[in-house]
C-alpha cells in the first residue's frame, strides 16, 4: 500500500515538473515584459517583478522600431488580420466543396485527383518559393497583402478539402441518392442537407488554418513589402533590430502580443485545435 | 446547358485542379529545371548538367546543414516520442486534473515558432538566462552557453522544438492509448498481469499506426524547420546552426544564388518524399475490407 502510494506521489511530481517546464517560457515572457530594464538586469530570470510596468507593452504596440519603422506591432499586426480572416474564409469555403465533391460526388480519377491535392501538403515549402517569387511579380501582387492571402489560399487547400472529405466521407450516399430522386441540384443538397451539419469541421478548418496562417513567417519573410509584413516576421525584426540599448523587457511584449490571438483560440476552442492536429496528420 | 449539369462537380474541383497543377507540381518542375542550369541572382534556361549538385555537395556550409539535418532531427523526433509516450502513459493512470495538464502540456504547439525561439533565445541567453539565475542561486559556476557555442548551438534548437511538438505527441499518443479495446485490458488485469508488462505486451504493440503517423509529422517538421532557427540563433554562431532550409533561404534571398536555392530545395523535397511517399501510399491504397 506504501509503496503504492510513492509511486502515486512520484507519477504526480513527474507531470507536475513537466507542467513547469512547458509553463516556463511563457511565466518568463510574462514576467519579464512587466519589469523595467534597470530591473531585469539586476533581478532574476524567474524572479516575479517587483515595480509591475505596462511601459513595455505600449512601446512593442505603437513605438518600437522593425528595421526603420518605428510603430511597434501595431500596423503588422493589422496587416496579418487583414492577410489572415480573408485567406482563412477563402480556403474554408473551397475546401468544403471539394471535400463534398470528393466524398459525395465521386467520379472516374477522383482518388488520383484526391491525393494529387493532398500531396501538396508534403511538399516542403522550399521548393515552391522561387517560382512564386517570380508568379507574385508576373501578377502585380509581389509585396503585397492580396498576394499573401493568395499564397495562403493556394498552399492551404490540400488541409482544408481533406478536413471536409473526412468528415462528408461518413454521411451515408443515400441522402444524397434520396435528394436527387427529389430534384434537388449539386448546390441545392450542399446547401440544406450538408452546411447545416457542418459547423463543428467548419471550425476545425477555421481554426487549423487560423493557427497556419497568423504563424507563418516563411511565406510572409519572402513575399512581403515593406508595408505588408506580417506581425511574425515584423517581431522578428524587432527582436534582431541593433539600434540602441536592447530592449528585452519590450521584445518580450512583442512576442506575447504576436502570440495571443491563436493563445486565444487554443484556449477557448482547444478541443477543436486538437481535432485539427490530429486529423492533419493521421489520414483516413 | 444539361452538359455543366451533369459535370457540375467536376467543375466545381477545376479552379482546385489547376491551382495544384500549377503552383504545385509546375513549380516543382521549375525548381527542378533552375536546379539544372547556370542561374545566379536571374533565372537562366539553358541547362547546364549537374554542376548546381556538384557546387551543393562541395560547400561545406551544405554540409554543416544536412549534418545538423540529421542530428537535429534524429535527436527531435526521439526525445519528442519518448516524452509524449512517457506523458500519455502517465496520464492515461486516472490522474486528477488530467484536463488541465494536457492544456499546458500542448499550448506550445499553438505558438509561432518565431515567438517560441524569441522566448527560448531569452531564457538561453548566457548573460540575463538561466545561467546568470542559476549563479544566482549560489552556483557561481555554473554554466549554460550553448546558445553561444558553435558546436552546442544546434542543441539549443533540439531543445526548443521538443519543447513546442513534444505535448502533441503526447496528444497523439493518450488517444491511441483511449482506442484500445478496453476488454482485452480487462482480462490481462483479471489475469493479474502487472500494468508495465499490459503496457509493453498489449498497449503499445496495437498502437504501431500511431507510432507512425507521430514518426511522420516529427520528421515533416524537421524538414521544414526554419522559422525556429531563423528566431533562436539566426543560423549561427557563424552558420554553426544552418539547416537546408536556412541555406536554401540565403541562397534565394541573400546570396542571389537561384542556382544553389533551386538544388537545395530539390534535395529537401527529395528527403521529404523519401518518408512521405510510401507512408502516403500505404495510407491510400484501397484496403481489402473496403
Redesign the interface.
Known amino acids: 500500500m506504501t509503496s503504492k502510494t510513492l509511486l502515486r506521489w512520484g507519477l504526480y511530481g513527474i507531470l507536475i515538473l513537466f507542467a513547469l517546464f512547458y509553463l516556463m517560457p511563457l511565466f518568463v515572457m510574462l514576467t519579464t515584459s512587466l519589469k523595467s530594464l534597470e530591473e531585469i538586469r539586476t533581478g532574476s530570470l524567474l524572479a516575479l517583478p517587483r515595480d509591475i510596468t505596462f511601459a513595455p507593452w505600449a512601446e512593442a504596440w505603437s513605438t518600437a522600431c522593425a528595421g526603420t519603422q518605428c510603430e511597434g506591432l501595431r500596423p503588422f499586426f493589422w496587416n496579418s488580420v487583414l492577410m489572415a480572416v480573408p485567406a482563412v474564409m477563402i480556403s474554408t469555403v473551397i475546401g468544403a466543396l471539394n471535400g463534398y465533391v470528393f466524398a459525395q460526388w465521386k467520379f472516374r480519377g477522383a482518388n488520383l485527383l484526391f491525393a494529387a491535392i493532398l500531396f501538396g501538403c508534403f511538399i516542403p515549402f522550399q521548393v515552391v518559393l522561387l517560382p512564386m517569387a517570380q508568379m507574385l511579380g508576373l501578377m502585380g501582387l509581389a509585396g503585397t497583402i492580396p498576394g499573401l492571402i493568395f499564397v495562403h489560399v493556394i498552399y492551404g487547400l490540400g488541409f482544408t478539402t481533406l478536413f471536409f472529405r473526412n468528415y462528408y466521407v461518413t454521411i451515408p450516399q443515400e441522402l444524397v441518392r434520396a435528394a436527387k430522386v427529389d430534384g434537388a441540384g449539386f448546390f441545392r443538397i450542399f446547401w440544406s442537407i450538408f452546411l447545416p451539419i457542418s459547423l463543428p469541421i467548419i471550425t476545425v478548418s477555421v481554426i487549423w488554418q487560423f493557427t497556419q496562417i497568423w504563424n507563418d513567417f516563411l511565406f510572409g519573410v519572402s513575399f512581403s513589402g515593406a508595408g505588408s509584413q506580417p506581425v511574425t516576421v515584423a517581431l522578428n525584426n524587432i527582436v534582431n533590430s541593433t539600434t540602441g540599448v536592447k530592449a528585452y523587457n519590450v521584445d518580450m511584449a512583442a512576442a506575447i502580443i504576436a502570440a495571443l490571438p491563436t493563445l486565444l483560440v487554443y484556449v477557448v476552442a482547444g478541443k477543436y485545435f486538437i481535432r485539427g492536429l490530429t486529423a492533419g496528420s493521421v489520414k483516413g | 446547358m444539361e452538359w455543366l449539369?451533369r459535370n457540375?462537380?467536376?467543375v466545381?474541383?477545376a479552379?482546385?485542379?489547376v491551382?495544384?497543377l500549377v503552383?504545385?507540381?509546375?513549380?516543382?518542375a521549375?525548381?527542378a529545371w533552375?536546379s539544372f542550369t547556370r542561374s545566379r541572382l536571374m533565372?537562366r534556361y539553358e541547362l547546364d548538367g549537374v554542376t548546381q549538385y556538384e557546387r551543393l555537395f562541395a560547400a561545406p556550409r551544405w554540409d554543416v546543414a544536412m549534418n545538423n539535418l540529421f542530428l537535429f532531427g534524429g535527436l527531435f523526433i526521439v526525445i519528442s516520442m519518448v516524452?509524449g509516450l512517457m506523458?500519455a502513459i502517465?496520464?492515461d493512470?486516472k490522474?486528477r486534473a488530467e484536463g488541465v495538464?494536457r492544456?499546458?502540456?500542448?499550448?506550445?504547439?499553438?505558438?509561432?515558432?518565431?515567438?517560441?525561439g524569441?522566448?527560448?533565445?531569452?531564457?538561453l541567453n548566457p548573460g540575463?538566462?538561466?545561467q546568470?539565475?542559476v549563479r544566482?542561486w549560489g552556483f557561481e559556476n555554473f554554466t549554460f552557453d550553448w546558445l553561444i557555442q558553435p558546436d552546442m548551438a544546434i542543441y539549443t534548437v533540439v531543445l526548443a522544438a521538443v519543447?513546442q511538438a513534444s505535448?502533441?505527441v503526447m496528444?497523439?499518443f493518450l488517444?491511441g492509448l483511449r482506442s484500445v479495446d478496453s476488454e482485452i485490458i480487462r482480462a490481462a488485469q483479471v489475469d493479474g498481469i502487472p500494468t508495465h508488462r499490459i503496457y509493453s505486451a498489449i498497449i503499445i504493440p496495437t498502437m504501431a499506426p500511431?507510432f507512425l503517423?507521430?514518426f511522420?509529422?516529427l520528421a515533416?517538421l524537421a524538414?521544414?524547420a526554419?522559422?525556429l532557427v531563423?528566431?533562436l540563433t539566426?543560423g549561427g554562431p557563424g552558420y554553426a546552426t544552418d539547416l537546408?532550409?536556412t541555406y536554401?533561404?540565403a541562397m534565394?534571398?541573400s546570396r542571389g544564388d537561384?542556382g544553389q536555392?533551386?538544388s537545395?530545395?530539390?534535395i529537401?523535397?527529395m528527403v521529404?518524399?523519401a518518408i512521405?511517399v510510401p507512408y502516403?501510399y500505404s495510407?491510400?491504397r484501397p484496403r481489402r475490407d473496403q
Open positions: 449539369e457540375v462537380p467536376k466545381v474541383l479552379p482546385s485542379f491551382a495544384i503552383f504545385v507540381y509546375g513549380f516543382i521549375w525548381t533552375i533565372p516524452i506523458l502517465f496520464l493512470q490522474i495538464l492544456t499546458i502540456y500542448l499550448y506550445p504547439m499553438a505558438l509561432s515558432l518565431i515567438v517560441t524569441t522566448a527560448w533565445k531569452w531564457i540575463l538566462g538561466i546568470e539565475a544566482g519543447w505535448g502533441f496528444a497523439l488517444a500511431i503517423s507521430a511522420i509529422v515533416h524538414i521544414k526554419f522559422d531563423i528566431a539566426g537546408p532550409a536554401m533561404y534565394a534571398f537561384l536555392a533551386a537545395s530545395a530539390m529537401m523535397m521529404i518524399f512521405v502516403l495510407e491510400l
